[in-house]
T-cell receptor, first 114, second 114 residues
Framework: DQQVKQNSPSLSVQEGRISILNCDYT??????FLWYKKYPAEGPTFLIS?????DKNEDGRFTVFLNKSAKHLSLHIVPSQPGDSAVYFC?????????????FGKGTKLSVIP | DAGVIQSPRHEVTEMGQEVTLRCKPI?????LFWYRQTMMRGLELLIY????????DSGMPEDRFSAKMPNASFSTLKIQPSEPRDSAVYFC????????????FGNGTRLTVT
């Protein structure tokens, strides 16, 4: 049973435009969410996070939105750059479970076209 | 900081052989995670250590898999005997034991079992 779902395996966007990556979750106990970015032959690297007490967190070109009622979060990249081309993973934590294990989605491959 | 260091980067072995993957976490991090990435299942948590103690190994596929953390700066994941279905990329990650501390991943070991 997949608790974190990224339903779009891939996304192509023109350079300079907005990239929107989506993520849905089923476990209502998740209370902290993260996005990771992964280049080929490298490990995932942390990008941005959001606590369930917020609905938006912004860091430069990256903004994460959280809609708790819909159990949905999204990552917006504005403007998109060719260097943003990577696989993006959504992850969630149930901090009340006694450990800080991440549950990951399967990822969305973003291609930014120059 | 050198980050999380994994070795080897690539491992090719024959079915039935023993495989040992190694990980050096970031100094000062007290949590260590082993993940496996496959196309079908994405990033799966295999086992999680806190202060060198295994906390949750429910993700370990079967008895052929074992993991140890003899000290704060070293962990191993062993597969004995290996099978072709174990072929995957294995990631080690470390973090401080709090929600706001993101996981730092190594660059992974690509295992191929023929």
């Amino acid at each position: 049973d997949q608790q974190v779902k990224q339903n779009s395996p891939s996304l192509s966007v023109q350079e300079g435009r907005i990239s929107i990556l989506n993520c849905d979750y089923t476990n209502s106990m998740f209370d902290y969410f993260l996005w990771y970015k992964k280049y080929p032959a490298e490990g995932p690297t942390f990008l941005i996070s959001i606590s369930s007490i917020k609905d938006k967190n912004e860091d430069g070109r990256f903004t994460v939105f959280l809609n708790k009622s819909a159990k949905h979060l999204s990552l917006h990249i504005v403007p998109s750059q060719p260097g943003d081309s990577a696989v993006y993973f959504c992850a969630a934590i149930d901090s009340g479970a006694g450990s800080y294990q991440l549950t990951f989605g399967k990822g969305t491959k973003l291609s930014v076209i120059p | 900081d050198a980050g999380v260091i994994q070795s080897p980067r690539h491992e090719v072995t024959e079915m039935g052989q023993e495989v040992t993957l190694r990980c050096k976490p970031i100094s000062g991090h007290n949590s260590l995670f082993w993940y496996r990435q496959t196309m079908m299942r994405g990033l799966e948590l295999l086992i999680y250590f806190n202060n060198n103690v295994p906390i949750d190994d429910s993700g370990m596929p079967e008895d052929r898999f074992s993991a140890k953390m003899p000290n704060a700066s070293f962990s191993t994941l062993k597969i004995q005997p290996s099978e072709p279905r174990d072929s995957a990329v294995y990631f080690c990650a470390s973090s401080l034991d709090r929600v706001q501390s993101p996981l730092h991943f190594g660059n992974g070991t690509r295992l191929t079992v023929t």
